[in-house]
């Protein structure tokens, strides 16, 4: 289910027709723009103020949440067709403090919610690399994983081996492992005969290591 269709209700504060606020959206768009801007985007610097304004905190996954509701297609930038059909599919007209009040309902539930998150969190992958690219660069990866899964994402462990760069796949499988990590944290569930991407596999060889050294350092220390 669509975080837009099931988080719409009262969001907006209102019950305008859908062209009311598809026109607000429009003149509101068009507000953000600025001569350096390309003809129906929103740039860098703009996406970067407009994304601050609607309270958003561009070290967090917050900023994720917005870029996944405008359909932003790279983190840098806004297209005018995703942030109208974006906010409209949320049921939110084109002002500053309605959107505001949609998206800090939305960072109260991104640690708790686990199919908001899923959608939130593939969505980064999808903005975080480059359009000519089919995978993500290793640092953005990481950068974006620290942001994600931390609050007020869904905090989880990040730790080392990771090839040179992020598939999609490899994305998505990870997001899978950290939810399920995080709720058998013995990694009873994995099985080396499964599909994991090697570099989970690696994990789980070093964190089981690391658990049993943990342990018979514990013995010692107890003995």
Excluded: C
Excluded at 34 to 57: A, F, R
Excluded at 166 to 189: C, G, H, I, P, Y
């Amino acid at each position: 289910m669509s975080h837009n269709r099931y988080y719409s209700s009262g969001a907006s504060g209102g019950s305008a027709p859908s062209v009311s606020r598809e026109t607000s959206l429009l003149k509101q768009f068009e507000s953000l723009r600025d001569k350096q801007d390309e003809k129906d985007k929103i740039g860098p610097d703009n996406t970067m103020k407009y994304l601050e304004t609607v309270g958003v905190n561009l070290e967090d996954a917050s900023m994720f949440i917005v870029l996944e509701i405008v359909k932003a297609e790279t983190i840098g930038e806004i297209k005018k067709d995703g942030f109208v059909s974006g906010w409209a599919d949320a049921g939110v007209d084109g002002n500053i403090a309605s959107q505001k009040k949609y998206v800090s309902n939305l960072v109260t539930k991104l640690s708790k919610d686990k199919e908001l998150f899923k959608k939130v969190a593939k969505h980064a992958f999808v903005a975080g690399k480059e359009p000519d690219q089919r995978a993500l660069a290793l640092d953005n990866a990481i950068l974006y994983w620290t942001m994600l899964f931390a609050p007020p994402g869904r905090p989880w462990y990040l730790r080392e081996k990771w090839p040179r760069t992020v598939s999609r796949d490899m994305w998505n499988q990870t997001l899978l492992f950290a939810e399920k990590s995080s709720e058998d944290e013995s990694l009873s569930f994995w099985n080396p005969e499964a599909s994991w991407p090697n570099v989970i596999d690696d994990f789980v060889a070093w964190f089981k290591a690391k658990r049993s050294q943990d342990g018979a350092m514990e013995v010692d220390q107890s003995a």
